[in-house]
């Protein structure tokens, strides 16, 4: 894994008003690594994700993705930047009245100038990548959950991102289809190199995958913890020790 981080956040803080989601969270995402974000209800885990994609402007702090300062960054270089970013919402976020085939062309279409023969086919690469190259033509109603989570994923990677948000890609999921999509994750940083960041409150996800984790403390509203799922859990604060250990391994 290189040295080289993708993403320097340093002292965020967002804010609703009067109310503090978090603030003093500093921390680098590594070439090569899947990072997960976790923590209890309210923490601010999806908020911290937005952020980070430039959805929601910080209160105060930095994000710097893949060498761009989100903050000083101009609609054309955030447009640039967008399309090497991946994102995945929890919900797969699929638009209904498409194929998942027409679903995963739409950033195709709308970021390159590839006719459809070659947006079709890269689409299809795609899908077939997420186990999906026989249900290009089914609508997402006619898949399971599990299949919308991959068909998310793929969508996210139709070009080929160096960099892939997932947002609790896990969630709902029945433990066999969980542990694939595991896999999947897995397979999209070994053999394609992407740098993934996850929010999850998954613990099977988070020892199955996370290279580091950090903690967010919706009560200290900060980053109580960044360290290896296992260390976290050896030798983590108490309250992510306690987090970790509902019914992950043993340290």
């Not at 899947?34 to 910080?58: A, D, N, Q, R, Y």
């Not at 640039?80 to 699929?94: H, I, N, P």
């Not at 890269?122 to 077939?128: I, T, Y």
């Not at 960099?163 to 999509?181: C, F, K, Q």
Request: aromatic share 4%; hydrophobic share 45%; glycine share 10%.
């Amino acid at each position: 894994m290189s040295a080289e981080p993708v993403i320097r956040v340093r002292d965020l803080a967002v804010r609703f008003g009067e109310r503090t989601i978090f603030e003093h969270v500093s921390f680098d995402v590594l070439a090569g690594e899947i990072f997960v974000i976790l923590g209890g209800s309210g923490c601010g885990k999806s908020t911290l994700l937005k952020v980070m994609i430039g959805l929601i402007e910080p209160a105060a702090g930095t994000v710097e993705i893949l060498g761009q300062d989100l903050a000083s960054a101009s609609m054309e270089e955030r447009r640039a930047l967008l399309r090497r970013l991946g994102v995945m919402w929890q919900s797969g976020a699929l638009f209904g009245s498409m194929t998942l085939l027409e679903n995963v062309e739409v950033p195709i279409e709308e970021h390159t100038a590839l006719p459809r023969e070659a947006r079709e086919m890269l689409a299809r690469a795609r899908l077939g990548v997420v186990g999906l190259g026989d249900a290009t033509g089914r609508l997402p109603a006619e898949i399971s959950g599990g299949m919308a989570k991959r068909a998310g994923i793929a969508r996210a990677m139709a070009l080929d991102p160096p960099l892939l948000y997932l947002d609790e890609p896990s969630a709902g999921l029945d433990p066999i289809t969980s542990e694939r999509l595991d896999q999947l994750i897995l397979n999209l940083r070994d053999h394609l190199g992407t740098s993934i960041v996850m929010v999850t409150h998954e613990l099977a996800s988070i020892f199955a995958v996370a290279d580091r984790a950090l903690f967010l403390d919706a009560k200290e509203k900060t980053m109580t913890a960044l360290d290896t799922p296992r260390h976290l859990l050896a030798h983590g604060p108490e309250a992510v020790r306690s987090f970790l250990r509902r019914g992950g391994p043993e340290a």
